[in-house]
């Protein structure tokens, strides 16, 4: 409905203003808001009462996506719809447009940012299984100034967890670059066109000719927060792009390892079922862009 | 009530107001530039789109923001969409093809498929379905706005 | 596009009230500004059944901005509680007293509790915030089977039982007649070839426009109470107040806001919120003003269906039904909503169970029980949403038991001729079913799709064709609707001429996006020959529009329409008369005169003619030298009630694929077969039947209201409670086989409130075609994918 009352409303230009003003407040009284499309939900719902905002939008350097030899680096306030028509996001990233393009709608996708879907890290949330399925690593700095690099699967806990310290900005995701020729997908099941799913799953591989060399899978929509499945991982390895029953299997032991649970949505068996057949599309996928 | 001024123009019009910071946009736009264009679906969620209008030529939900985070930006809502009285192609079309009934979505459809048919301007069906997500109507069964968007599509070309 | 002078009825005319509309110019509630309105914020319940044991106002009453703080007990004796006869059904049932706020205890989480008035609406929602419940909680009544159990608790505490309302459709008024007649039935029963016997349950959902409710009120000592509502039957509205509040009717004046945003139903009842807000606007000498949030629409309103059928069907080997017998049973929530009660919907869901099928004899029982959930509210497919799923479920089951297409077997059965009486005493006044039903065949290509649904079947792939049906109230006659609702089923009309040569039109109703004001300008320039840009319309506001209904059960292009063309009829045999007189012609009858292309004829010789801007001016500016006994002006209010009741007639057929492995499935084709009669504008009867397609198949397959073990209800948000987008929805073709109505002037006939309701079926059916070699039969909604999943999983681990 309508915010409880806040102080107070800030823009700053500089990482170190932003984490200034951070500062200034008791932990939990000054948030940042970046698209506002989960902040303002819960802002609006009174669950989250914030004396000050702090805008992040004029913060510079925070925004942006490049693409170098050594990897992809993309700055928090990228929005979704940046990351949806970026065209050199191919192979190796090619799992962050999928998730991109598809989330929400397109409102969302014209304000919501992949450092607030990483930073929130809501149950149902594309970028933080994505992220994690990418191996990706975030920056965090400090108010000192000081940095600290995590990897996603690290920085990301259990729903609306992560390892963010309460003084700290996500400044930067990087996805390092793919040592040989690699692929990955993601997709998503919801019961309408493009909600918060009820499964997503991200594949990344690399492959030499045709045959799996390593594999990441990384599956969100979980009541304990995005997770890897080692065991699909390790059975995917030495599985061939055109061998459907090998990948069916490796996902059906990431489907047997990974704990799913029941909600207005979907039960725990029909969950598994997604992370099986989901998870063999965005493998087929994944091998594809990776022969290229 | 803590308090912030900001300077915001509509449709051109520049408007410098002192709002009580958690102010929503959306209640700014209606309520202190009385654009009632602009609608309100949705309680805190921000799915139905009513509420849409164009920042800086992007369609998003003003509902999901303070009008403080509008501060020095330009925002075009459906008030905004005809030019000296002369209906947009996509406003014309949505007539055409009686792509609305109560009318209680079509704005914020308008301010959506406006933007959307810059960036695509020769999209499928299934395209405009996907872009129109954003946008609950209960009304319409959706398929008259799909006409519609493609015959503004058409003639804009 | 244009018409001609002609025809206008039948025409491509765009609609009049768009461009305000696509400008942003529409006026609904929330844009009607009054100076110094107040915003009023309910506090409600979070409890489901619970003892009020305090409310404590004061934190509240202390904030700066806040005007008044109300609870129950501070208006218990100031309001007169529900029921009231206006808004009371003449059916035999137990009608549950209440207030605007709850009084000594809640029922529903969500129920109004208090309510907080200020000058803000953001420091409203403060307020309400800070008032502090004490609850003590009761037991939980949850569903109507819980709530009919032996030891249940009983919500409403004065009350034997929680049955609201119970009743036998066929078997006549006295135990006697209904025993015998249950075994004349069973006798038919007993020697059948089939009998197919199967629980269907359908779910909560409903139709939450996109604009929600919403009241503003004013009282001025010398004019009385002033208010603009959301609502379908402003009229209805007026009298309630005026009998609960105490003021006289001629002091209320309630206006329908020109534009609202959807009704389907839920703008319909008489709401408690509305009683609350022109109490306290008349107490503060202030307007109070009320926006309904999503959230508390969601947890009060928009909540329908919720039924569960035991149905049993007797056929022959050969397809042809010889019996039904249902027990009914509806989830009615707590009951307290004016004029529906709850249980009005599964009332008429039954007298609605035989459909358009010729059934010999039939059993059919209803009970409606209460709980501790929102009351049900009215919802498009009114009450018919679960019987008409589980009769085009079970028509399907008939089929595969006789080894027929489901096709045939409706076709057999199709009443043939019409009138007819239903086994229920539903009249069905005329139409050709079987010519509707064969103009859907001839579209389906059902040998084609059986061809295609082989060879992708070869291929493992599972195609699925179904098909539905649906009888529909065209309009209420006065003869079901006083007795249903306690209220006239005519349709009223003023047409007012204006000496300029321009039309005003009056009605009474309220519409909601219909295009109420396109289609009676059409009608209205149609009988006149004038433009339909002449026509104005004004509609729902009870200071100038004659006493209507509402815009309910498809009443505007039966009933409304009707009415204004009969007094466009009217008038254009006075201004006949007068021009006759003045022209000397003594032979001439009115009948002599065209009205035709902006100009009154004189038939018998086309050189006689006036504008018809002449011809008006004459009557009303000039009075004088008229015909004996007659007087000036041009106006006239008719009010048209057919000789008959109604109907309207469709039939749907759709195709689908089913992804085995998954149980996700895509529709790949929706077309429809229509009787509407005569049309007056085709669009707008496309957009009508695109539009309650899209509704039911949103119902069918995404909304649900759910509530938790402990009544809290889960579901009150557009995250939650999901509608359907455009991508998850295919296009609708609309095809027409129409049959004018002999009992209106134009022969339209009302359409779209129970449109949706064949569709659950349709699509169920079309699903089970596609699992057909896993036997599968869907029984219940939601139609989701997890669940079709199981059952695909468990067929293929039984064979
Ligand atoms: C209708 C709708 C549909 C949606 N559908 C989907 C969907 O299908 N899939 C999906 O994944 N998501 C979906 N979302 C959520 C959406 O993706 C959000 O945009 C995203 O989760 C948050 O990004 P944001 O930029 O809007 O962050 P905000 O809402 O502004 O912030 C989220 C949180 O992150 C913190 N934060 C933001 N940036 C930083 C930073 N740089 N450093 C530290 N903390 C920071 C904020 O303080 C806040 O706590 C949907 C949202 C809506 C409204
Ligand atoms: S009101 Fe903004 S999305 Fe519904
Ligand atoms: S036209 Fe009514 S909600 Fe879209």
Redesign the pocket.
Known sequence: MYPAPIDEYVRPATVADALAALGRYDEGDA???????????AVKARLVRPRCLID?QAVDG?SGIDVGADGVRIG??TRYAEIARDERLTGACAALRDAAQ????RQ?RN???I???L??N?V????PPTAIGLGAELELTAADGGTRTLAAEDFIGGPLETA?EENE??TAITIPAAKGSAGSAYKKWGLVT????VIGVCVALEAADGRCTSARVAVGGLANGPTRSGAAEEALVGVDAGDGDGIAAALAKAAGEIETQEDLWADSDYRKQLIRSLGAEVTATAFARAAG | MSTTTITVTINGEVFEETVPVRMLLVDFIRERAALTGTHIGCTYE??CGACTVQIDGEAVKSC?MVAAQADGHEITTVEGLAQGGELSPLQRAFNEQHALQCGYCTPGILMNMDEFLRENPDPTDDEIRHGLVGNLCRCTGYAHIVDAVRQAAKETR | MTGTSEGWVGSHFHRKEDHRLITGKGRFLADIARPAALHIVFKRSDHAHATIESVDVSAAKAMAGVVAVVTGDDIKDEILPMPQPVVQPALPATYPKHWPLAVGKVKWHGEPVAAVIARDPYVAADAAEAIEVDYDPLPYVGDAESALADGATIVHEDWPDNIIFQMDFTGGADEESQRAHEAKVQEVFDSADIVIKQRFTCHRCGVAPMETRGALFEWDESDGLTGWLTTQRPHIDRLALSDILEIPAEKIRIIAPRDQGGGFGVKAPFYREPMLIAYMAKKLGRPVRWIETRQEHLMAVSQERDQIHDLEVAAASDGKLLAIRDRGLADCGDGCEGVYWGFLMPFLGAVELPNAYDWPIGDIKVKVAITNKSALSPARAFGEFPTRFAMERAIDMVAKRCGMEPADVRRKNLVATLPHMSITNEYFDSGDFIKVWDNLMAEADLPGFRASQAEARAEGRYLGIGFGLGVELSGVASELFVPMENQPGYGAATVRLDPRGKVLVFEGDAPGGQGHETTVAQAVAHSFGIHPNDVVVTTGDTGTTPFGSGTVGARAGSYFVSAAVQACEFLKEKIARIMAHDLALAEASPADFSFADGFVTYQKDANIKKTFREAVERVIMAPINLPEGESGGLEHTAFFEAEKPMIAFNADVCTVEVDIETGQFKILSWTTSEDVGQIINPQIVEGQMQGAIVQGLSNTMFEEFVYDENGQQLTADFENYKLATAADVPDIKVTHAPTPCPYTPLGSRGIGEGRPSDVPGTLCNAICDALGPFGIEITDLPLRPDSLWRKIQAARGAS
């Open positions: 948030v940042f808001v970046a698209g506002g499309q989960s902040l303002m939900q992040l925070l928090p306030m598809r989330v929400g709608d969302v304000r919501g940012t450092g607030g879907s930073c929130w809501y149902a949330a594309c970028m963010r900005i996500l493009d909600a918060l799913p | 921000g799915v999901l």
